[in-house]
């Protein structure tokens, strides 16, 4: 492809402009040790900055042997350099390269233990770019560049082992980030996605990564292995006291907009936000990567399925009452509107033979939400906490969907046919609270928690299922199934939940945790079926067969008790409970009850050992049981779509998971990896079986089955390279699966034996900050085999490759360009099975400080955004068309709000 050798000349060019100037540049030497024992310091962290404004020239973090090399220094220029290790401290010397030494190696640095931390004062500017602390990764976010506007998203971008996706999902190290702060409280309820569109880099400080564990976790100082990251925003110091934020307007083509805003204000422990938006481009609501029309190329995106218009606002805010009172809280509102067209094509595959099923959906979707959280923390004593949680969300939703289908035999003769419309309307309220009380006592190690947790939630619909279906016997009909019902429900759900833990220490590095755990869940479903009565014009002929109340009652108490053990570079820990469940299904409408009674263990063990400062290795196990839903429950059919009836099984048991992981990361200097591997196998799983009668019509029920497993392997690798003012970061992956899963076909039992293997490689190049070029690519091979009827083995494989770049000189113009490739070889016949999305913008900063920009933005280009996919299962293969939006034009203006000092 043309573009393609572009990209090489561009890197060919750069290269050899790069080599020119290698002459004016050397290399600093050195090993850092303690001043006092003489041992090598592993991951201190080693940067040289230009004595005449404080820029970072390079950085590097020493090795085992405390051994580190900086490159690209230039010569005959005064240089400072900063050496920083948690515990020691900080070391600065000035250093200069003369003309004629390309290498300076320097004496021994000896650095000194710290004592008093709090009095070891960095100048900001001087501090190094990343920072390894026991369970916190630190950025400091002025060492890194990235073009003028930039947001969060944009910095994320750039720090090593970072990833985030198109949808705005970010992953650091492997594991996903669920939770974000701002100053250490959450901000618009923690979700990471508003601060990564909307926050802009240049207020912020450092980025901390944590653990996003419970409070019962980290007062305990427990981990399971399978917990998100958090990230933990800082401001600078002149942001914690003025108003900051962005307002942006824009109009396109087809009758296209966008508008919106977000303002800050801060000032010391007061923090409030507001942010607003609209479009009908596919941007969604307020929450996510869907908000903000911003300069990162991430925006240039054509959106999801349908074509929606949204509105949304909302606010946040935190302060502190006193000393020992902290509030936070937020209130959101989101409102949509949602038209939808898609045509699909089913292969059904029975055991014996085969038919397909064709159906065209009109669906038109209205959505509104309102959603308001409040945590408030109250310190008793330097000793005891307690922290009060509340979230209150309610919604109401209006939905019709009209349907026109038809099943045909393999020799094309019609088996039925139908015409159905089937309109809700529906309104929910979810109340959720917990309180929280932790106390530790004089002894070291000894503490006592208290938990407790309340939901509710309720959801009443009215539905109106209007059709007919004809069945067909050689090409004629030979019977008709006229629907005119109309259905009121009602679903209810409470749940509680206490836990109580003691720690007490057995000596220096073993505790012990005893913990009880109180839980019930009750769930009521009442669903009232009428006909159409044609004399008296109402829906008053009760439906019996669509006519339920039902209820689940849920209590388990689970004691256990967890040995834990910590020693320098080892920790582990290995527990077990018991759990006592009883579950009662009561079928009210018939008086009939169902009460089960397990008996669980519920084992638990990890073991972790830090090969290095940076480096570490665990391995963690643990069983749980999740009890069906009321959904899954109830014995009543659900026709809203008349040819494909849903049915409850009240028999259905707990399912119980066993889950093995290990974890394996390291990162040095400019280098990170990351080994996992992890096994499941699950006890009563529930699936859905299938099954078809003589007239075409499929139903599908709930059921238990035994010997489901797989298991999953990823490897992760990434390394920064600066030159100058040249910096380019390689990412490489590889992961892959292999499951095991037992279902039904038309009854008939079928065993999947899946196989998936993924490769991808991505490179980051930056070139000061005018030039930015990201490509990536990725393949991944598909496999299943099939047992226990004649379906055909499924092999497929995809292929993505994605294009970002920006350009940035003269200064007052930045160009964009994302450009997203996509093979999948299982597209049906008659379809591209390649698809390029081409998206590109044109930005003018305006007004002597550049705060204000002008924007031009083309999205879809090619006009190949399709809306085609295909999936595969034991029992069906489907092509499915969905509406999408196409290519639109949008010029917008944008204004950054920045206004520091100000109470």
């Known amino acids: 492809m043309r573009w393609s050798a572009g990209i090489i000349v561009c890197f060919l060019l750069v290269s050899t402009c790069i080599q020119a100037q290698r002459t004016h540049y050397g290399v600093i030497k050195g090993t850092v040790v303690d001043s006092f024992s003489r041992r090598s310091l592993e991951s201190s ?103 003028p506007n930039a947001m969060i998203e944009d910095l994320l971008k750039q720090l090593p082992g970072v990833e985030v996706d198109k949808d705005g999902n970010i992953t650091i190290n492997g594991k996903k980030v669920s939770k974000l702060m701002v100053d250490g409280r959450e901000f618009f309820g923690g979700d990471p996605k508003i601060a990564l569109k909307n926050l802009p880099k240049d207020v912020i400080d450092k980025l901390q990564v944590v653990d996003n564990k419970s409070r019962e976790s980290r007062f305990n100082k427990t981990s399971n292995g399978n917990e998100d990251l958090a990230i933990n925003l800082t401001l600078r110091k002149e942001a914690q006291k003025g108003w900051f934020g962005r307002l942006s307007a824009g109009y396109g083509t087809n009758d296209r907009y966008e508008g919106g805003g977000m303002v800050n204000f801060f000032n010391g422990t007061k923090q409030f936000s507001i942010i607003g938006n609209a479009n009908n481009t596919n941007r969604g609501s307020i929450s996510g990567s869907d908000f903000n029309i911003s300069t990162s190329q991430s925006t240039l995106d054509g959106g ?309 400062k940076t480096g570490s290795v665990a391995v963690y196990y643990n069983g749980r049981s999740q009890q069906p839903s009321i959904q899954q429950l109830q014995p009543v059919p659900d026709n809203s779509n008349p040819l494909y009836v849903q ?106 034996n899946s196989y998936s293997l993924s490769e991808s490689v991505g490179l980051n190049f930056t070139y000061k900050q005018v030039l930015s070029i990201m490509p990536t690519y990725s393949i991944r091979f598909n496999k299943t085999h099939y047992t226990g009827q004649s379906v055909q083995d499924a092999s497929f494989n995809t292929k993505t490759f994605s294009l970002s770049a920006f350009w940035n000189e003269p200064k007052w113009l930045i160009l964009e360009n994302n450009l997203q490739y996509n093979y999948n070889s299982q597209i049906a016949p008659g379809f591209n099975k390649s698809v390029t999305m081409w998206s590109a913008a044109a930005n003018v900063l305006l007004f002597k400080k550049q705060e204000a920009m002008l924007r031009l933005a083309v999205y879809d280009i090619l006009k190949q955004n399709a809306g085609v996919s295909r999936t595969i299962t034991q029992t069906f293969i489907e092509d499915r068309q969905t509406q999408v939006l196409q290519q639109y034009f949008l010029l917008s203006f944008i204004y950054n709000i920045r206004k520091f000092g100000v109470k």
């Open 45 to 147: 962290s080693v940067a040289v900055y230009l004595a005449k404004d404080s820029s970072l020239v390079n950085y590097a973090l020493t090795t085992q042997k405390g051994e580190f090399t900086i490159e690209d220094v230039p010569v005959s220029t005064s240089c400072t350099l900063v050496i920083t290790n948690r515990g020691y401290e900080t070391f600065t010397m000035a250093v200069s390269l003369k003309p004629d030494a390309k290498v300076l190696v320097l004496d021994t640095i000896l650095l000194i233990k710290s004592y008093n931390e709090l009095k070891a004062v960095t100048v900001r500017a001087l501090r190094p770019p990343v920072s390894v602390k026991p369970d916190t990764l630190e950025f400091n976010v002025s060492s890194f560049k990235t073009m």
């Open 304 to 612: 999801g399925g349908g074509l929606t218009r949204a509105a949304s606002g909302g606010l946040n805010f935190s302060d502190n009452i006193g000393r020992q009172i902290k509030l936070n809280g937020s209130y959101f509102y989101n409102n949509s509107h949602t038209d939808n067209f898609s045509r699909s094509q089913r292969k059904n595959i029975l055991p014996d033979s085969s038919f397909w099923y064709n159906a065209d959906d009109n669906n038109v979707n209205d959505y509104s939400n309102h959603r308001f959280t409040l945590n408030a923390s109250y310190n008793i004593d330097t000793l005891t906490e307690v922290h009060i949680t509340s979230n209150v969300n309610t919604n109401i939703s209006n939905s019709v969907n009209g349907k026109v289908a038809n099943s045909k035999a393999e020799n094309g003769d019609l088996i039925n046919t139908s015409g159905n419309t089937y309109s809700t309307k529906g309104n929910g309220k979810d109340i959720s609270g917990e309180l929280f009380i932790s106390h530790r006592f004089r002894k070291q190690g000894r503490g006592l928690t208290l938990g407790l947790n309340y939901n509710y939630n309720d959801q009443t619909s009215l539905s109106d299922n209007i059709g007919q279906n004809d069945f067909y016997k050689n090409n004629l009909v030979d019977s008709t199934d006229l629907v005119n019902q109309r259905s009121t429900g009602s679903n209810t759900g409470k749940m509680l939940n206490f836990t109580a833990t003691y720690a007490e220490p057995v000596n220096k590095y073993i505790s012990a945790i005893f913990r009880y755990n109180y839980s019930k869940n009750y769930n009521y479903s009442d669903k009232l079926t009428n006909r159409f009565n044609a004399v008296t014009g109402k829906y008053d002929l009760e439906d019996t067969a669509f006519t339920n109340a039902y209820s689940n009652t849920n209590i388990t108490h689970t004691p256990d008790v967890t040995f834990t053990f910590n020693k320098d570079k080892y920790r582990a820990a290995i527990g077990s409970g018991v759990q006592f469940l009883t579950q009662d299904n009561l079928t009210i409408t018939s008086g009939n009850l169902l009460h089960q009674y397990y008996l669980n263990f519920t084992p638990s063990a990890n073991v972790g050992y830090n090969f290095s």
């Open 647 to 752: 049915l409850g099984n009240p028999d259905l048991r707990p399912s119980f998971f066993h889950n093995i992981n290990m974890q394996v990361r390291e990162s040095k200097g400019n280098s990170y990896w990351f080994a996992g591997f992890g096994f499941n196998s699950t006890q009563n799983q529930i699936i859905t079986q299938t099954w078809f009668d003589d007239v075409g019509k499929q139903y599908s029920q709930p059921v238990n089955v035994n010997g489901n497993y797989g298991t999953s392997g990823n490897l992760q690798y990434s390394k920064t390279w600066k030159r100058r003012e040249v910096v380019l970061r390689m990412n490489l992956g590889s992961n892959g699966y292999y499951s095991r899963n037992k279902t039904f076909s038309n009854l008939e039992p079928v065993t999947s």
